[in-house]
């Protein structure tokens, strides 16, 4: 009996433990988002995008910001979801 | 078109249905069942009150003249708000832990409630903003005006015709429809605590227009006017996307100012902080948002396309939404895209004056009531009232200087760019913001030195000189400097030529705001108040649930307080507020005791309504004795750190257990196989000392009980005994050899052996039974050079013991036994190939174990000979494996040896 009870508390422990590591996994993630985004649309980015070519009739440049910026936003969406789950399997 | 009338009754009815909508969910939110009020959704679309006229309009008129620079506005707060979990939702908690009331409020609070720097960041927001609500009215104005003419002005101008005077009636009954609407439903209690929650639905229904009408305009340009994306961008101009020269320096401004801006705009920081009323709505606005920016932004270049292509010359990229559905006569449309750009403006007046009314209300004109004599005197309710009153008031001067601001200015082109002016002068605070969010050391003089210093060069660089020569600044003082000092010059401060003034202004403005920040913060000290909030502040996730009061002792008479209380809240809610505390405390009357706990939650609470700097006035007014214990604080902040290293310990002490425990189940399970393996042993070696022991008792005790044996049988017997002693023996002494060597105690001296002569020797020695076995001995010996390390003796018996268990197992009469040797890659390399019918492949495995014998009836050894043999060459370096092979054909052994080759072969 209390063999079986230290052996929950310590999966217990494990768990908290993951979930710990899975949160600060997350906020690197969302600290990394804004900072892979800024760097990806710097000046020097979009001069090499800003040739001469056209992808499905619209200028490359414009495909990339754009798509880039989608990119942000799913990822952002993806890491939301993610949080909120965490958060309700905490409480 | 339509006629002026019909216009602004449109108007009207569209304002009614703002009010409709604000009113009901003023009603909803009252029923206390807010439902879909609360939702992320709405929460959202109260944050894109960021999306202006200046984005209606303005984005195409900047998409026409400088390509794709526009979107910088939009990736900047996109960028904020994808990275929310470290600052945005930072803002939230610390907001909603101290009843924070507006940015001028956070920023006070966090600087020890310092009502210097609330004024301060209140005047910077005033300044800035009202301009930019000047602009909105504009933007209505003209766009009134457009849709009545039925055609551009600009075109009319260029055309040689009289542009119709500005409507300024427009703009004034816009104004004043505003202020009624801001003043029914945002000046309407004075408790953050209480959202505004009408104001809230009827922005969000303003946003949802506003992205509607846009989308729309795009579709129909795109679709309609062209076909398709496509033949839309084939109509470009060639160098819209090419960048301008100064694109690198502009393009990393705009998206730094802006995403600053999202945070630092008053009416952003009232929608997204103060207005919260969930955490986890940060978590949805924030791809949600980027999303709604992304939606509205992806028309924009291809409608500021076909403006530049459909429409005349002259005509005014600012109005090419509304231009391009009337010059395709499509009024309907034209009529959604007015809608769309009134929404945008209006949306953004009310939630502005709704924040400046706030800031105003709670950090000048109610420290400078409090130094009246009247505020002594005041009576249960009217601070309240008072407060109540003059936000009302404000939220009016407000908007009248803005309409008179947009009256004065209108004849000049000030109003184009004061976006991104207003964008800069707000981006002062942000030093002192973030800095005080994020670093315990921030200091309220140097976020004091910052602001002002950053606020006069920002006024002085961009914002006056932005009103055009002879306004404020004379053409040449702009030109020369004032009084002809050159390295003033405004748009050239101390000489800093080619950059554009937008961000020459911010690098001179920000240079001196930070460096003033950051140096007196690491030089000045800190009040104990300050500390303490900035402690609070940065920890703000670290310590929940610490609240000041454990810091803070005073003491005040509860009947003081409930005084206080009453003037500001009135005296229901204030008697409320006591008895619920006093239930809290146990009490059974409606006076709560004055603990410190007590009168933090007060203080609390009233900042909630009055703002933190006012608050604490008042509470010091009547407070007496008041201490604030940085040693607590230290003890607080150590605990914090405890705790933290505490549960790091932990998670690395499980970390280590959980390694602990796999290796120690590792282990165990070899323990058990060895175990199991020793059994195994112990029952084989009984086993085999059995039989001899066996035959050598029962002998014995026939010689003993027969005396009368005769001699010859006597003999027999005693030899057998003999025999079978010397057998006992010999595997006894095999047995401790193994072990022996095993356990890697046996050293023998090593030196160069010249294998093939061993092999030779055992060879020789196997001859005679061979011979009688009948077989053959095919020897190939074919490295005579190779030298090992190694023990000849030793060597030999291995060999001797391979070539007999090959006589043994494997023989044919007549047959041939091949015993080859070879080297090559610093190996010797023997193989022994026997004629028998091979092992079969579930044996192989089991060969080299103890006691293990071949399948043959009559077995003469103890089963130890190959285990013995593989330990020895395994001593020498080398191994002695069973190779892979048909079955049927013959076992093939091998002993691989590390040699060299010496041309004077050793012995």
Known sequence: MNATDAQTSTSDQADRVLIQQSERRDRSRAAALPLIGFFLLTPLFIRVFAADATVLGAPLVVIYIFGIWLGLIICAALLAKRLKRADHAFR | MLSANVLSAICVGYVAVLFVTAYLGDRKARSGKPGWLESPLVYTFAISVYCTSWTFYGAVGSAARNGLEFVTIYLGPTLVFVGWLHLLSKLVRIARANNITSIADMISSRYGKSSAIAVVVTLISVVAATPYIALQLKAVATSFQVIVAGADPGVATAAGGVAAPPTFEAAFWVAAGM??????????????????????????????????????????????????????????????????????????????????????????????????????????????????????????????????????????????????????????????????????????????????AIMISNHIVMPLMLKTPWAERAQSGDIRRMLLRSRRISIVAILMLGFLYFRLSSGSEGLASIGLIAFAGVAQAAPSMIGGVFWRMANGRGALAGLIAGFTIWAYTLFLPSFGPDVIFTASALADGPWGIGILRPYALFGLTGLDPLTHALFWSFTANILLFVSISLLADQRPLERLQGALFVDVFRMPGSNSHRYIQRSVTVTDLFVLAQRIMGPNEAQRMFAGFARQQGLDGDMPVATDAFIDHLERRLAGSIGAASARTMISQIAVGESISLAELTKVADEAAQAIEYSQQVEEKSLQLEATARELREANRLLKELDARKDDFLNQVSHELRTPMTSIRSFSEILLENADIDGPRSDRFLSIIHDESIRLTRLLDQILELSQMETGRVEWPLSAVNIDKALGRAAAVSEGIASEAGVQLALSLNAPGAVAEAEADRLVQVFVNLINNAIKYGATKGEAIEINSSFADGHYRMTIRDCGPGIPERDRERVFEKFVRGAQPETSGAGLGLPISREIIRQFSGDLVLLDGPEGAGAVFQVTLPASVRAAAAE
């Open chain 2, 179 to 356: 202020a009624a609407f801001t003043l029914l439903f945002g000046a309407r209690n004075t408790d953050t605590n209480e959202r505004h929650h009408g104001v809230v639905a009827a922005i969000a229904l303003e946003a949802i227009v506003k992205l509607t009408a846009l989308i729309a305009v795009g579709v129909f340009v795109v679709f309609g006017m062209a076909d398709g994306p496509a033949s839309i961008f084939e109509r470009m101009p060639p160098d819209l996307l090419t960048p301008r020269d100064d694109f690198a320096t502009r393009w990393i401004t705009l998206i730094l100012l802006s995403s600053v801006a999202i945070i630092c705009l008053p009416r952003q920081f009232h929608v997204t902080v103060v207005e919260n009323v969930d955490e986890r709505q940060v978590a949805t606005a924030s791809w949600l948002f980027p999303l709604y920016l992304f939606l509205i932004s992806i028309f924009i270049l291809p409608i500021a396309i076909a403006g530049l292509s459909f429409l005349p010359a002259g005509a005014d990229p600012d109005l090419f939404v509304l231009t391009l559905p009337m010059a395709a006569d499509q009024h309907g449309l034209a009529l959604l895209a007015f809608l769309g750009g009134f929404s945008s403006a209006t949306s953004m007046v009310i939630v502005s004056s709704i924040a400046l």
